[in-house]
């Protein structure tokens, strides 16, 4: 009820505040030429995940960008840092304490509890005629679909990153000249071309580990197997395991195939038995807690790394460091991503990132006019991205961004974590990144992928979250075996003992409770 006559508030007394003296001008088709009073000097604190930086550069740019933010609408803006450390707790309990301390919030509905959020009145509601008036370029930008999949029950609550490609679906990086040797003419399309690979791998360059897995990647595997020989759609957020959900058929009847799709499952766990046999990864895969596979792949120590599309676009650009480009000129990286064999891929939530204003904020309308800016304004953009231009970045002569001779990470990196508000009409290429490939890649993926179909569903666990977590550590405890063919007797008998260890502990009762919530909301 706060935060309704909050909203209402700010509505009914724009007109008031749209021809106050002191004011700048902000516009747009939707809210006008509108004048905003702007006659107080504002802070507005940007709350965001990740460790504070200490080497004084972001605080350069931020002075540079105050500058034009006081310009244009009289605020400056600072940046709170929520820590690694015991992340989402401190980010809660943050918002939890309604004190004035954030305005712009950093969210998401995947993995930064967005939607408790905005149930527990931890953000503001966000009027059209808030929208229009205070952040009128993003309002146009977003479309009308893009606003609906940004409300709970029927009002907004967040300003979505749609316009920003990435993509975190799952796949395997991997040689693509080596498997080109193995006779994968175009490369590996299938679990079953990984097997080839790998075994070719192994017997051809003895003194390189195929995937030196730290036995950590259990549930990526099996989730991507899944996702490979079904048209599974998980609903994100219940378990670490992503253990519920639909298919592409049927989106809104809720199963499980961890207890229905026994075959499969007993097919993944012999070929996970077949790659330890062929010496995928080390013997003591489930205690190898040094392994660095990512950095060793740069370098030639590993033969593939599995991990998601944004990380396979660093490792196939030929960057410094990255010696496998340098040592051999013939040297490539594919990606086989999960899903590949049946068109599976299901694109990014548009609310996998998206921005908030707290429903404790003293200038929420202020809050708004910035965020507008750090979304829509090059310069601000540019800033607030990079860097200050000639000292974190710089551009080539056909215009793409590279780091300044004199650039040194230690003391000339920025952090601002700005995961939130990306713009690809304001992005600036990376010089460094391999464009053939990646356009190549994400075209795929537009012709295949649906959009994440449950963005709005906020499910309602205290019933059920013990079950879970019961569910979750039973995945644990027996995929860490079944993922790295580390388990006793028969493909059969351990699938069997997996299955029967979930129906014990609930996943029917849960399932049952999933799809009551979704006929409630879907039907």
């Known amino acids: 009820m706060k935060k309704k006559m909050l909203a209402a508030l700010l509505a009914a007394t724009m007109v008031a505040g749209l021809t106050a003296?002191?004011?700048s001008e902000t516009g747009g088709k939707s809210g006008g030429d509108l004048k905003v009073d702007t006659s107080e000097h504002v802070k507005i604190t940007y709350m965001t995940t990740g460790g504070k930086p200490t080497n004084g550069a972001t605080e350069e740019m931020l002075a540079e960008l105050n500058k034009i933010l006081t310009e244009k609408v009289n605020a400056e803006l600072e940046i709170y840092y929520i820590d690694w450390t015991d992340y989402l707790s401190v980010y809660n309990l943050t918002l939890a304490q309604m004190d004035g301390t954030v305005d712009l919030v950093g969210t998401a509905s995947d993995w930064l509890d967005a939607w408790p959020n905005a149930k527990n009145g931890a953000f503001l509601e966000l009027s059209e005629d808030m929208l229009k008036t205070y952040a009128p370029k993003t309002w146009e930008s977003v479309s009308p679909e893009h606003w609906e999949l940004c409300k709970y029950n029927g009002e907004i609550y967040l300003m979505p990153e749609d316009n920003y490609a990435q993509w975190t679906n799952h796949g395997f990086a991997y040689r693509l000249d080596w498997a080109k040797e193995a006779g994968l003419a175009d490369g590996v399309k299938s679990w079953e071309d990984l097997t080839t690979y790998f075994r070719y791998v192994k017997e051809t360059y003895p003194d390189v580990i195929p995937w030196d897995s730290d036995g950590t990647q259990y549930g990526q595997m099996v989730g991507g197997w899944v996702t490979s020989h079904s048209n599974y759609v998980a609903i994100d957020g219940?378990?670490?395991?992503a253990m519920w959900g639909g298919t592409k058929d049927d989106l809104y009847t809720?199963?499980?195939?961890?207890?229905?799709?026994?075959?499969?499952?007993?097919?993944f766990a012999k070929m996970m038995k077949e790659w330890d046999e062929i010496g995928v990864w080390k013997t003591d895969v489930?205690?190898?807690?040094?392994?660095?596979?990512?950095?060793?792949?740069?370098?030639?120590?590993?033969?593939?790394?599995?991990?998601?599309t944004q990380t396979w676009t660093d490792l196939c650009s030929h960057k410094a460091g990255y010696t496998i480009y340098d040592d051999d000129p013939d040297a490539e990286t594919g990606f086989?991503?999960?899903?590949?064999?049946?068109?599976?891929?299901?694109?990014?939530?548009?609310?996998?990132?998206?921005?908030?204003?707290?429903?404790?904020?003293?200038?929420?309308?202020?809050a708004l006019m910035v965020y507008d800016l750090l979304r829509n304004d090059p310069d601000c953009y540019k800033l607030i991205n990079y860097g200050i231009k000639g000292k974190q970045w710089d551009t080539d002569e056909s215009g793409m961004r590279i780091?300044?001779?004199?650039?040194?990470k230690d003391t000339d990196s920025i952090t601002t974590n700005y995961w939130w508000g990306r713009?690809?009409?304001?992005?600036?290429?990376?010089?460094t990144m391999n464009w053939d490939a990646i356009d190549k890649m994400y075209a795929e993926y537009d012709k295949i992928k649906i959009d994440y179909p449950y963005g709005q569903f906020v499910p309602e666990v205290d019933n059920i979250q013990a079950k879970i977590n019961n569910i979750s550590e039973i995945h644990t405890n027996y995929m860490k075996q079944i993922a790295f063919g580390k388990y006793q007797g028969t493909a059969e008998e351990i699938v069997a003992e997996y299955q029967n260890a979930l129906k014990a502990a609930g996943i029917d009762e849960v399932t049952a409770e999933l799809q009551?919530?979704?006929d409630a909301l879907y039907k």
């Not at 489930?286 to 998601?308: F, M």
């Open 286 to 308: 489930l205690n190898n807690t040094a392994s660095d596979n990512r950095e060793d792949y740069k370098i030639g120590r590993v033969a593939a790394e599995q991990h998601h």
């Open 423 to 431: 713009n690809d009409d304001l992005e600036i290429k990376d010089a």
């Open 21 to 23: 003296c002191g004011s």
């Open 238 to 241: 219940l378990n670490a395991g």
């Open 254 to 267: 809720v199963y499980s195939p961890y207890v229905t799709d026994t075959d499969s499952l007993v097919e």
């Open 403 to 408: 780091q300044p001779a004199s650039y040194n």
């Open 516 to 518: 009551k919530q979704f």
């Open 336 to 366: 086989f991503y999960f899903g590949e064999e049946t068109g599976n891929v299901v694109a990014l939530s548009i609310t996998h990132g998206a921005m908030a204003v707290s429903a404790a904020s003293k200038n929420p309308e202020r």
